[in-house]
């Protein structure tokens, strides 16, 4: 014989469980993107330190990322790995952008420090 009650008491926490999880998992997908466009925007501003240190020594930016070296150095976005994209109008400018729209910097500038 069934036990309703034991039923109806079974499905009240199969639904407080969805509801609990229909809560949590969108906040941790907020924040696990926040992080990600953290650390992309890290390594951006590690590239333009970079590249202002080579600037000093040669008078000029870098034409390809290889170019610099460093430790801390990575030239990809940490959310698929693609490579940023250096645009470079001449020798004495640059522009180096994530490609999943993260950020870019420019000349020690960077997009989300803009005011």
């Not at 992309?40 to 330190?49: D, N, P, V, Y």
């Not at 522009?95 to 500038?109: D, F, I, M, Q, T």
Request: charged share 25%; glycine share 4%.
């Amino acid at each position: 014989m069934l036990n309703w009650s034991a039923v109806r008491k079974l499905l009240i926490v199969i639904l407080a469980l969805v509801l609990v999880a229909i809560i949590v998992i969108p906040g941790y997908k907020t924040k696990k993107q926040s992080e990600i466009r953290q650390v992309c925007q890290w390594r951006l501003e590690q590239m333009a330190k970079a590249q202002e240190k080579y600037f000093a020594q040669y008078g000029r930016y870098v034409s390809e990322l290889t170019e610099i070296s460093g430790d801390s150095l990575n030239f990809t976005c940490p959310l698929n790995d693609s490579p940023f994209i250096l645009d470079m109008p001449d020798s004495t400018h640059y522009k180096l952008s994530c490609p999943n729209r993260h950020g870019w910097v420019s000349e020690e500038r960077a997009s989300w420090k803009q005011e």
